[in-house]
């Protein structure tokens, strides 16, 4: 049995519930068939298990260090990883056929590098932030920007980066302080400092192109003064590397997680770089001034899509990994066994054991699900039949996007901690790859927004925007699979039952929060909303799962069936006292004086 992830689950979510392969008809897709898709499943398999997974834990041991010449140093190890996974043609998945892309669905790409992000979390973080990146900018970016500096990314010869946040400006990008000047030749001069850029310097590529978020100067103040602009480490002339930028590395951050992943404070036009030179790192403006924050946001969304899939990628891992222990170590005797000397048992003879098992599968192959069923609306955004479906596409999305990046970061990181459990004493030390998975995965309730700004948008912007359109396209969707499942024989249709019992609350409750107009005690318990909101959508994914199984019966299939009837027994349930909590208007952290903390 495979410990970085189950290639029977994402062949099943992927080809007998989501039918992946009918998009082969359509087509963007025309090319590819179920037989191209098994095999970029298969490579993808081959190379996360063979070349990443036997470097996790050294890039955990053998963080980034600065030489003596100023460059990030790195286990050589990494480096012959990333290029096995260039050569493989896979970081032009998704893109476009004349960009050099191989032009695949998002939802079986996303299938594919969940292997990656499940073997090694660091060393898939550097393809991963240059996907986005080549993406925006094919997006947004001029043709000549697309060839320079996103066809190189694509080709996987260099990476990108996202440099938002800065030193005093974490989330609140409105008050970043990095300013733009503007050149006679069309150019721009950047000064200012980005604080917690991932993969910000190596020596892994030729190039980094890094995306900078900055203001122009007499920009108007907060998010409509910000633009975009391409800043490359090196500088490029008619697709030829030239001289080097005023980029530079002044620090590395040391996280408790993702060791082998270079995590920076850099400098933009102090002259730290090009000692010197003229003043300022040069930069390319990406469309227009002062839309720099709606560009960064097409990469953001999809990011957070990702980060959710690379949580549920580190539960699910660390699950197999616990499962496999629990399988082989014996230990004590079950319950009402009499005699002393008899032989200990296995340790998934043990109740409570099982239970943790059960809970682990629970979160991770409902967050597997939920991932990719988001993956599959990209694509039906993309390239759905008619005008309807790819609005309803869109609205499904957006609403499910915050919670599909903070749901796994929250219970596949709860995954985490229950495989460690299983693992007993053995599973706090370092003998035992699931304490770095935890801390690995400790980090995603904090990347591409944190739990509460996710929630702000949730319950903020996503389900009342449009007079509600999204929440209304979600509970339509959701209400479409309890009437399917009321009709089947078994235990499917008590589920539904269920199911939209807690799907009319929340409308309820939405409702109730807002009613006041009060957009602070709306907003003040909009975490307790996405946590509610999230256990919802998942125990839909699980009756759908259901569904999908049918009355087919083996083990997987029998195991599908449990982890829903745990959902359903467990956790389901949950959400009743926070609804109640929340259609109290509470005013517990409204009211609280910050002195009385």
């Known amino acids: 049995m495979s410990v970085v992830l189950s290639r029977r689950d994402v062949d099943f979510l992927l080809f007998d519930w989501l039918r992946a392969a009918d998009l082969a008809q359509r087509e963007r897709y025309e090319e590819h068939s179920k037989e191209t898709f098994d095999a970029v499943l298969d490579l993808s398999e081959t190379i996360a298990t063979e070349r990443f997974a036997p470097i996790n834990r050294l890039l955990d041991t053998q963080e980034p260090v600065v030489g003596e010449d100023g460059k990030v140093v790195l286990p050589a190890e990494l480096s012959a990883a990333l290029a096995v996974y260039r050569d493989s043609g896979m970081p032009a998945g998704v893109f476009d056929a004349e960009l050099g892309g191989m032009q695949l669905p998002f939802v079986v790409s996303q299938g594919a590098f969940a292997f990656f992000q499940a073997a090694s979390a660091a060393a898939s973080s550097y393809p991963f932030l240059s996907t986005g990146n080549a993406n925006l900018l094919v997006e947004h970016g001029s043709p000549e920007q697309v060839r320079d500096y996103a066809v190189p990314v694509i080709e996987g010869r260099w990476y990108g980066t996202m440099c938002l946040s800065e030193p005093q400006a974490g989330s609140s990008l409105g008050d970043i302080t990095t300013r733009a000047v503007r050149q006679d030749d069309g150019t721009y001069r950047l000064f200012g400092t980005k604080m917690w850029i991932s993969g910000g310097d190596h020596e892994l590529t030729e190039n980094i192109v890094h995306l900078v978020l900055a203001k122009v100067e007499g920009a108007p103040p907060g998010v409509k003064g910000i633009s975009l602009f391409i800043v490359p480490k090196y500088l490029v002339e008619d697709g030829v590397i030239g001289e080097r930028n005023d980029v530079a590395l002044v620090g590395l951050n040391h996280k408790m997680g993702w060791r082998g992943t270079t995590n920076t404070l850099l400098n933009f036009g102090e002259g730290l770089a090009t000692p010197g030179g003229a ?42 990994h616990a499962l496999e222990y629990a399988r082989t170590r014996t230990q004590g005797r079950v319950p009402g066994a009499k005699d002393p000397s008899a032989p200990m048992v296995p340790l998934t003879q043990h109740a409570d054991v099982r239970r943790m098992l059960l809970a682990q599968k629970s979160y991770v ?38 919670i599909a990046k903070s749901w796994p970061s929250q219970w596949c990181l709860a995954a985490n ?38 929630s702000l948008d949730l319950l903020g912007r996503k389900v009342i925007a449009g007079g509600g359109a999204g929440l209304a396209t979600l509970v339509g969707a959701i209400k479409e699979t309890t009437t399917r499942a009321a009709a089947v024989d078994g235990p499917a249709a008590a589920y539904a039952a269920q199911l939209d019992a807690r799907v009319d609350r929340l409308v309820e409750v939405t409702s109730q929060l807002w009613a006041g107009g009060d957009p602070a005690l709306a907003l003040a318990n909009s975490a307790v909303y996405l946590e509610a909101a999230g256990h919802v959508v998942v125990a839909w994914i699980w009756l759908e799962q259901l569904l999908a199984v049918g009355d087919r019966s083996d083990a997987f299939f029998d195991g599908k069936r449990a982890a829903t009837r745990y959902f359903f027994a467990f956790e389901l349930p949950k959400v009743d006292p926070q609804f109640d909590l929340l259609a109290s208007l509470d005013r517990t952290v409204l009211d609280l004086d910050p002195a009385s903390l």
């Open 417 to 454: 901690d229950l495989a460690i459990q299983v693992h007993g004493g053995y599973g706090y030390t370092r003998d035992y790859a699931v304490e770095q998975f935890y801390r690995d995965n400790r980090l995603n309730p904090i990347h591409e927004g944190t739990h509460g700004i996710q």
């Open 365 to 402: 192959e409902g967050g597997l699900g939920l991932l990719l069923y988001c993956s599959r609306l990209i694509d039906e955004q993309l390239t759905g039949g008619d005008e309807a479906a790819r609005t309803r596409a869109h609205d499904l999305l957006e609403v499910l996007t915050p």
């Open 279 to 320: 003043p300022g790192a040069v930069g390319h403006r990406v469309g227009e001034e002062g839309q720099g924050l709606a560009q960064m946001f097409h990469m953001m969304n999809e990011a957070r899509i990702s980060v959710g899939m690379g949580a549920v990628a580190l539960g699910y891992t660390g699950y197999l």
